[in-house]
């Protein structure tokens, strides 16, 4: 019924816009409806969008028949819309930057491995393309050898924005950084300590994610969809999987759902206590760092003894679970799960009466609603700016379409609005993993798994603890994969980041960063 209502949102604003779209399937990638269009009604159909309200997820594309086949995806109460578009190899395709400013990136990394040309793309800098391939080197085509990488030249000639004036500084920092985190590079202007101005470069952790997926078979494919991003492993195996399913037809079993649901919620939970305790640390309480990381590690060891990893890595597989849990199991996780909401609902306490702390996390890396709404926030960055959105409540998929998934949200949009999103999530999903593990239905835990004979595709769509993520999967004629891509919501919050820490001092963005906590691996595949 949502897809019913977006469609007919969508052609009425395609009317009054005087554009007329292409053959609309409401099965070939369902839960989403495909929209047919022609390379030169690209740019109006996206405009058309935009007047309904639509909100902008996600950019891919393949290569087909010599040319390209490109893919846009929009959202609207629930409701999933896919552009996609045929195009030759020569041919030009509109940039819809100036309409949804999120799609500047995704279209770079496009033309970087695929050559697709953009026309009026407002920032023609490669964004993904990596030092070691050629200028003609296009490493997502099928002419383009995985195994045909060279030792890759130092990178310190990406032409940053310039700034100059009297009193402005300019302040690299990373690609490495004195932590363990992941490699990015941020250049900084600045006027005394106060932040102008904050541009990215990441693509040093790019792993070829969507190159070394082709030819892959189902079950391969999940274990690298499990690895996009090490600690949203649940999360991206689910998705890849779910689209894999939806493109074969298989019904995967009510038990494997609700296990799939369990798992999902306890990466939730151990992801939104470490980023709470990182926050504290970086404004100095080491108390409340040291409080929530002691509960993460039980949690943590809890994951391995029941299911074999702590971070819960090829739990999930196509059809279902590779995991279990017995009776003894499931009574020890709901006790342990109200304990540990109980606990770190008491240690959340402490930092909100910390006078000190809150003027550190008040009013710092502010996004406003309005610009959460034009980037197409989701996860905690978008409900701490007031954009209400979760695909378990919004577009709920099994086990969710069973349960009430309460959403957080608040309007400041600052660090603290985005710590607390996650503090009421760790209660929200204690809840949801009682919930789950006394409904638990008997059952298998995985159907067996068929190889497609035919041409296929799905779409699959969850909420991982940062946000939505949709993977788009693609099966050849002999079953095995001809295209994956699997979209983070990274790649919306990395450019949220960039606008949040202008205006605030350089100390705080250690804050601002950790706050928003973007996944470098998740971003470059």
């Given at each position: 019924m949502k897809v019913a209502e977006a469609l007919s949102l969508f052609l009425d604003a395609c009317l009054r816009n005087g554009v007329e779209p292409g053959i609309v399937d409401r099965d070939l990638l369902a839960p989403a409806a495909v929209i047919a269009a022609q390379p030169a009604q690209w740019r109006e159909l996206a405009f058309a969008a935009k007047t309904a309200d639509m909100r902008w997820c996600a950019f891919?594309?393949?290569?087909r028949d010599g040319g390209y086949e490109a893919f846009s995806c929009f959202e609207w109460g629930g409701a999933y819309l896919v552009m996609r578009c045929a195009l030759d190899r020569g041919d030009e395709l509109p940039s819809l930057a100036s309409i949804y400013?999120?799609?500047d990136r995704p279209e770079r990394h496009a033309h970087d491995l695929l050559g697709i040309r953009f026309g009026g793309q407002p920032d023609a800098r490669r964004w993904t393309r990596h030092r070691a391939w050629g200028e003609h080197d296009y490493p997502l085509r099928a002419d383009f050898s995985a195994a045909a990488a060279a030792p890759t030249p130092p990178d310190h000639e990406y032409p940053f924005v310039q700034a100059h004036g009297p009193g402005i500084v300019e302040i690299p920092v990373g690609p490495v950084h004195a932590g363990?985190?992941?490699?990015?590079?941020?250049?900084?202007?600045?006027?005394?300590?106060?932040?102008?101005?904050?541009?990215?470069?990441?693509?040093?952790?790019?792993?070829?994610?969507?190159?070394?997926?082709?030819?892959?078979?189902?079950?391969?494919?999940?274990?690298?969809?499990?690895?996009?991003?090490g600690d949203?492993?649940?999360?991206?195996?689910?998705?890849?999987?779910?689209?894999?399913?939806?493109?074969?037809?298989l019904e995967v079993p009510p038990r494997a759902l609700a296990l799939r649901g369990l798992l999902s919620e306890r990466e939730r939970i151990a992801?939104?206590?470490?980023?709470?305790?990182a926050i504290c640390n970086d404004a100095a309480f080491a108390f409340a760092f040291a409080q929530l990381m002691r509960l993460r590690e039980d949690w943590l060891r809890e994951s391995f003894a029941a299911f074999g990893h702590r971070l819960l890595m090829d739990s999930i597989v196509p059809g279902g679970t590779a995991v279990d849990v017995t009776s003894a199991q499931a009574?020890?996780?709901?006790?342990?799960?109200?304990?540990?909401?109980?606990e770190a609902a008491e240690v959340i306490g402490i930092l909100e009466d910390s006078e000190s702390l809150e003027d550190r996390l008040m009013r710092t890396g502010r996004i406003e609603a309005e610009l959460a709404k034009q980037l197409g926030l989701t996860g905690y960055v978008g409900k701490a700016s007031g954009q209400l959105f979760d695909v378990r409540a919004d577009a709920p998929y099994a086990p969710y379409d069973q349960l009430e998934v309460k959403i957080p949200h608040y309007r400041?949009?600052?660090?603290?609005?985005?710590?607390?999103?996650?503090?009421?999530?760790?209660?929200?999903?204690?809840?949801?993993?009682?919930?789950?593990?006394?409904t638990l239905p008997e059952g298998p835990v995985s159907s067996p798994w068929q190889a497609p004979a035919r041409e296929c595709e799905g779409l699959g769509i969850v909420e991982g603890w940062r946000g939505e993520i949709i993977s788009y999967v693609r099966f050849d004629a002999t079953g095995k994969i001809a295209r994956f891509?699997?979209?983070?919501?990274?790649?919306?919050?990395?450019?949220?980041?960039?606008?949040?820490?202008?205006?605030?001092?350089?100390?705080?963005?250690?804050?601002?960063n950790k706050s928003v906590n973007g996944s470098y691996s998740g971003h470059d595949l």
């Open positions: 891919w594309a393949r290569e400013p999120n799609a363990i985190i992941e490699p990015g590079h941020f250049r900084f202007q600045a006027m005394g300590e106060i932040i102008l101005n904050l541009e990215q470069h990441l693509g040093y952790v790019h792993k070829g994610i969507e190159k070394i997926a082709v030819g892959r078979d189902a079950a391969g494919l999940a274990r690298l969809a499990g690895r996009v991003s949203t492993t649940v999360a991206h195996a689910w998705a890849a999987c779910q689209a894999m399913e939806r493109a074969v037809k992801n939104h206590l470490g980023d709470i305790g009574t020890k996780m709901k006790e342990h799960a109200r304990a540990l909401a109980a400041a949009g600052d660090v603290a609005a985005r710590a607390k999103v996650r503090a009421e999530e760790i209660g929200i999903s204690a809840e949801l993993i009682v919930r789950l593990l006394e891509f699997p979209r983070d919501p990274s790649w919306l919050s990395w450019p949220a980041l960039e606008l949040c820490v202008q205006g605030n001092i350089v100390p705080d963005f250690p804050l601002c």
